[in-house]
């Protein structure tokens, strides 16, 4: 069963987001990981790189697959994770600590279109 966690939004194409302020922490969510299995490479974008919601963020390898990672918000990209340049096996070890990237939000509105923790629950079952 993949854990999901309450107080966090989700997004179809299985990101999650935590939101801190102004500012979105975007992962991939455990259903994720588990579905690609050992992640060998997570593609890092630009800090102050501007992103649209819906638009790509980066990509993740994995053994079996490459998959893209799309942004759930619209913003400026203010940090990376760039732990995961070195160590993409992190995400596959606890993919809620282990964040993509910190977007200074545009819109915060933009939230109310993603689901919670139940809603993400019954996608995924």
Same mark, same amino acid.
């Given at each position: 069963?993949?854990? &999901? ?54 990509? &993740? ?7 893209? &990672? ?56």
């Amino acid at each position: 069963m993949s854990k &999901i966690i309450d107080g966090l939004y989700y997004a179809n194409s299985h990101e999650w987001v935590k939101v801190e302020d102004a500012f979105a922490y975007v992962g991939i969510t455990d259903y994720a990981q588990e579905s690609l299995g050992e992640i060998v490479f997570v593609e890092l974008p630009e800090e102050d790189d501007e992103i649209s919601a819906g638009g790509e963020l980066s990509a &993740i390898e994995s053994v079996k697959a490459a998959s893209d &990672i799309v942004s759930p918000v619209t913003g400026t990209i203010v940090m990376v994770n760039e732990e995961l340049e070195d160590s993409p096996e992190l995400v596959n070890e606890d993919p809620y600590e282990n964040w993509i990237v910190k977007i200074e939000m545009e819109n915060k509105s933009e939230l109310e279109a993603l689901l919670n923790a139940a809603e993400y629950k019954e996608l995924i079952e």
